[in-house]
């Protein structure tokens, strides 16, 4: 395990100058700031680091702002988006008062749920395995005021401008729903992917693969090898920090917004998922459905009843219900099968190997805090096995093409925002079992984000004035 020593090895090797602190903030934007890297042996270690915790999201009110961070040396690498050679260390954040780790810090909220795993005696140990996708774009502007309100992207890729005049306009714009998987010059951002997995592969993320997704406009998508909860969760951040950065250096921009474009593919994070003891996977029997054992199939019911409310955490913005509709291979309906990639859970075939054997929840998108999220879908599934919670049959039939009666018998995903937060509210205990999430924090998401809401709905929409204005 990573000492102050070998971090010191680290610096030395690599003449780092400056030290970047990083550390999560409760909705999932990592914060950062710098130290001289002379100040890094000045009781840091032992003491950790003051900020200001009432300048943070979803954190401290002001009359107890002071908070402390604590470097994990696990996670110091070379910064691979400094100029300044730059150590990057991610954070685990306390009260200086009490000298407990801080009850909202989602990177402590994640090692609790891997201890209540290791405690329950159901597993040693989670692997996580998510696919991020996200759009590369050449503008975006968006503005909303008393009068005005609109949004405007736009990328050498879009569809929509097959007519523009681009002096010259050399086409190759990948239509609708088939951005999956032309080669260039349809995908123009083969390179641009390519330097992204170069960096990832700068800090440690063991990148598998990279490709255009289904979407017009520049949709992407990386996947990297699974890890432990923590570790990918971590992985996770690091991984967005590259590709925002690495795009911004190209004059694009990249977002993970679930739903940025109207009538194409949203981004999704769909999440791979596995329990392991002693070495051996606990989710392969050769006999069961879709070679899942019982285990397995006890994880992915517990998934299933608690879905509405492990999207709150999941599918955390009024945007992420725009991507869980219907016809755009979104998983809307709770239910499970193999290969099916319109079920909510969906069990991938494309190996038999035991040790591969997985379940994949679908419904996540990547604008969510994956140290939550992560932690939300594990007691979901750790709930599910003591409860011994059945599935049900899987159903192994296009979802989008089942008769009204058929469908009136399948649950589906919330509609919205705010039915996921009341769903959360109706259903939380299975998260407060061991401590992994307090109190504190499920009151302080539903406030948080609940406030997000009437932001969103109280403002004209401009297809309103499309719809109604000559009435």
Same mark, same amino acid.
């Given at each position: ?15 780092? /100058? ?14 950062? #700031? ?102 590369? #774009?050449?503008?975006?502007? #968006? ?178 219900? /725009? ?33 591969? /054997? ?38 192994? /039939? ?74």
């Amino acid at each position: 395990m990573p000492t102050p020593e070998n971090v010191r090895e680290l610096i030395a090797k690599h003449g780092i /100058k400056v030290v970047d602190l990083k550390f999560n903030d409760l909705p999932g934007l990592w914060q950062h #700031f710098s130290i001289p890297v002379e100040e890094l042996d000045r009781g840091i270690w032992e003491d950790g680091i003051g900020f200001d915790g009432s300048s943070i999201r979803g954190f401290q009110k002001i009359q107890e702002s002071d908070m402390n961070l604590f470097p994990d040396p696990e996670t110091a690498v070379l910064d691979p988006v400094c100029q300044i050679p730059t150590l990057s260390m991610i954070c685990d954040i306390y009260d200086p008062i009490t000298k407990e780790p801080y009850t909202r810090d989602p990177r402590f909220i994640a090692k609790k749920a891997e201890d209540y795993l290791r405690k329950s005696g159901i597993a040693d140990v989670s692997y996580w395995g998510p696919e991020l996708e996200f759009f590369i #774009f050449d503008d975006i502007r #968006f503005d909303s005021t008393e009068n005005a309100s609109f949004y405007f992207v736009d990328s050498i890729e879009g569809e929509w401008n097959t007519g523009r005049d681009e002096k010259p306009n050399l086409g190759y714009k990948p239509r609708f729903k088939e951005g999956y998987f032309p080669v260039p010059p349809h995908d123009s951002y083969q390179d641009l992917r390519s330097q992204m997995i170069l960096k990832m592969a700068e800090v440690g993320i063991p990148v598998e693969k990279q490709h255009h997704e289904v979407a017009t406009a520049g949709q992407g998508e990386i996947d990297f090898r699974y890890g432990t909860l923590v570790q990918t969760a971590d992985r996770v951040m690091m991984y967005k920090y590259i590709v925002k950065n690495v795009a911004r250096a190209a004059g694009k921009v990249a977002t993970f917004m679930p739903k940025p474009l109207f009538g194409d593919n949203g981004s999704g994070m769909h999440t791979h998922q596995s329990l392991f003891k002693g070495g051996e996977t606990l989710m392969y029997d050769k006999n069961g459905y879709a070679g899942l054992s019982q285990t397995a199939l006890w994880y992915i019911g517990g998934l299933l009843k608690h879905a509405p409310a492990i999207l709150a955490f999941a599918a955390p913005t009024t945007n992420s219900y /725009k991507r869980l509709v219907p016809g755009y291979e979104a998983p809307v309906n709770l239910v499970y099968s193999a290969r099916n990639r319109s079920a909510a859970c969906r069990i991938p075939l494309y190996t038999d190997h035991p040790s591969h /054997k997985r379940i994949e929840f679908r419904p996540p998108d990547p604008s969510c805090n994956p140290y939550l999220a992560f932690a939300a879908m594990l007691m979901a599934g750790i709930d599910g096995i003591i409860n011994q919670i059945d599935p049900g049959p899987p159903l192994d /039939k296009n979802t989008y093409e089942l008769s009204p009666e058929e469908l009136a018998k399948i649950r589906t995903v919330p509609g919205s925002l705010s039915e996921a937060l009341d769903a959360l509210e109706r259903d939380h205990e299975f998260l407060l079992r061991g401590d992994v999430f307090t109190p504190d924090v499920i009151e302080t998401w539903l406030e948080y984000k609940r406030a997000e809401i009437p932001k969103v709905n109280l403002r004209p929409h401009p297809y309103e004035f499309h719809l109604y204005f000559d009435a």
